[in-house]
């Protein structure tokens, strides 16, 4: 099945290579430091991005990483900046959090974002459906290769990397791990349920242009692509009172994540709050944090 959904995204997660081009600003923050970089692809592409690294981190002791996603919203003025600046469905900015725990983050601005926002989505995802890729594909090949980054740093331990979002940056944390399997955890708030469902409540066109993958409903569901996370630790957090994750919708991806982690579902978080939209609560965060340090923080003994 993952090679099957990797055909059909239209694009080589390995497509990409990043080469540091510059660092424009470094800010001291409480528990660390935040560079905003700029990368370049082998096609010459740009792309932004915000880099943290805890106080103390280096080569001796390298640190656990987080490839964070940053979310849609349909404001692609905030991109990137969502990390340290967060963003109207966040209960603040991750940064400092992150920091405090000892984490290395990375976070890569997706087509169509800040600085990358021409072309608008629907003319990008247009465009690569017309030759045969797709924008979904684009934006996993570059976070991809921004997980390739985060492995090579000699002050990141490469065997402690995990991801996260909300959103958009939920379903990308989600999809990278079940197509990656470097990634030791994935945090994904926000954007789990069954697509078939949704098409019949008729909540799907509520999603961006950007998740349009040809032929994925006839491959596996949402549940059975996040199954194959297992049996890497895996959270997920929802609203029932979210338009992405209605409790028909959610139930059915839950019970087939469910089944796919088999004896394994101690490696299962769900975070699910009945009476809550498309948001991060504060008892949601707290969750992940705890999610996030017990498996990537804390050794095997």
């Known amino acids: 099945m993952r090679d099957h959904v990797k055909k059909l995204l239209g694009v080589s997660l390995q497509h990409y290579k990043l080469s540091l081009s510059k660092i424009e600003t470094t800010v001291e923050l409480q528990h660390g430091t935040a560079k905003r970089m ?27 990483a987080i490839l964070y996603c940053h979310a849609h919203g349909a404001r692609y003025d905030i991109g990137i900046n969502e990390l340290c600046d967060s963003r109207p469905a966040l209960v603040g ?16 601005e997706m087509p169509c974002f800040g600085s990358r926002s021409s072309p608008e989505e629907s003319a990008a995802s247009k465009t690569a459906l017309w030759y045969g890729k797709t924008l979904f594909g684009q934006m996993l090949a570059e976070l991809s290769a921004g997980l390739d980054y985060l492995c090579d740093l000699p002050q990141v331990d490469s065997a402690r990397i995990g991801t996260l ?29 069954d697509l078939a469902t949704l098409v019949k ?25 996040a199954g194959l996370i297992a049996p890497r630790a895996q959270f997920c957090g929802v609203g029932l009172k979210d338009w992405s994750s209605p409790p028909d919708a959610f139930k059915v991806a839950q019970d087939e994540l469910i089944a796919a982690y088999g004896d394994k579902t101690d490696l299962l ?20 944090l705890t999610f996030l340090k017990r498996r990537l923080i804390a050794r095997p003994i």
Not at 94 to 108: H, T
Not at 203 to 222: E, F, K, R, W
Not at 269 to 288: L, Q, S
């Open 38 to 64: 700029v990368f370049t692809t082998q096609d010459n592409t740009a792309i932004p991005a915000v880099m943290l690294e805890p106080a103390g981190a280096s080569s001796q002791t390298p640190s656990p």
């Open 93 to 108: 900015p991750y940064a400092e959090d992150l920091l405090a725990l000892g984490f290395v983050v990375l976070c890569l």
């Open 165 to 193: 979002g909300i959103s958009m940056g939920g379903t990308h944390a989600w999809w990278l791990a079940a197509l990656d399997t470097r990634i030791k955890t994935a945090a994904h708030l926000c954007c789990f349920a």
């Open 201 to 225: 409540l008729g909540n799907h066109d509520n999603h961006g242009h950007y998740m349009t993958v040809p032929g994925l409903l006839a491959t596996c569901s949402s549940g059975q692509l």
């Open 269 to 288: 978080t769900f975070h699910i709050e009945p009476e809550v939209g498309h948001e991060e609560t504060p008892a949601m965060r707290a969750a992940v």
